[in-house]
């Protein structure tokens, strides 16, 4: 018998203790030995709760338990999470986690720990909600050179600008219904500024390019700025905006991650990404390119990745090496934000503006709007283009790259 504990009873505790026992049979059989939930952690009282006789209130209750072999960490935020992992792992007990914040600044650390006490910190639901993502990138894809990964990778963001598009909603009512739904960060300006998405590309970027990747070396843009202007011209274009993170290795072997808003072509399949919807595509020098798609966040989906993670941990007691990488005090391998190069969605306030020579027109007698796509260019350079734009008195409204994968 395998017991587990779970720390934090919220949106995604709650959803694995659920999960758990609706299909603790097949888990059971999968696991190849019995399992179960000893404890769950959580400062709350939960007096009617049929697993009452499972709160604790005190670490160490879990912490000095030998028969703890496991523990799913659901409590978002770094501390006390952080505190409490690492105890954990210093006992030898593996740790499935959600929590992005704690793996995107923890991760090498805890990591290590995990290599030093022979057990594993696995963190398959902090991307990506349900879709397996982690494991394929350093099991299943473990041959390819990975050139690329883009995606959606938060799914609040992607609920608000599909009910934007498609229902007109305000931004406001549709950002109230996702946190109403579950998808939200305790503080939803993490959503929407962009830091969740942030987050969860420093995860990818460490894990592939094996050098963690801190968040504040990647420059970062939420989608409070776009307007319903910018989505229709998308729509003209034959396209979407999409919050995208994304991270590429450049020639020079330095890394570029980014998290944007960018304009999709339709032919690529992340521009028809809808609702709570999360994809990620990989593009490697084996595979071409690969999509993962799935629900990006909620009760249940989350909490099938943390209790995959557990399955795996009763499965394997030994670190998984492949799930690795370095702390570094450098940041010599992340490319400046400026030399991201890809063609630029410009609108201009000014119908006499001119087009840049190589642009594609999209309009340039609408609403009193000029908007064009212009020829690959560095962000340098765009923000060159714009200052030449307001020197001829045309004003600069908003640029969005294009996702160069199709
Ligand atoms: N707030 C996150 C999202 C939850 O909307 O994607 C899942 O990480």
New binding site residues.
Partial sequence: MSKFAVLGYGVVGSGVVELFYTNRDSITSKAGQSMDIKYILDIRDFPNSPYEDKFVKSIETILSDDEVTAVAECMGGVHPAYEFVKACLEKGKSVSTSN?QLVAEKGAELLKVAKEHHCNFFFEASVG?AIPIIRPLHKCLAANEITEVAGIL???TNFILTKMINEHMEFETALAMAQELG???KDPTA?VEGD?ACRKICIISSLVYGKHVYPNSVYTKGITDISLDDVKYAQKWGGAIKLIAYVKKLDNGKIIPLVCPMLVSNENLIAHVDDVFNAVMVCGNGIDKTLFYGR??GKLP?ASAVLGDIINEVQHSETVLSQYWEDTNSTDFIADYSEFTAQMYFRIKGSNTLVPEGAETICTDDDDYTVFITKPMSIADSERLCASIAENNGMVVSTIPVLDIK
């Fill in positions: 992005k909600g938060n799914g609040t998808y939200a960060e959503d969740d990006g966040a989350t």
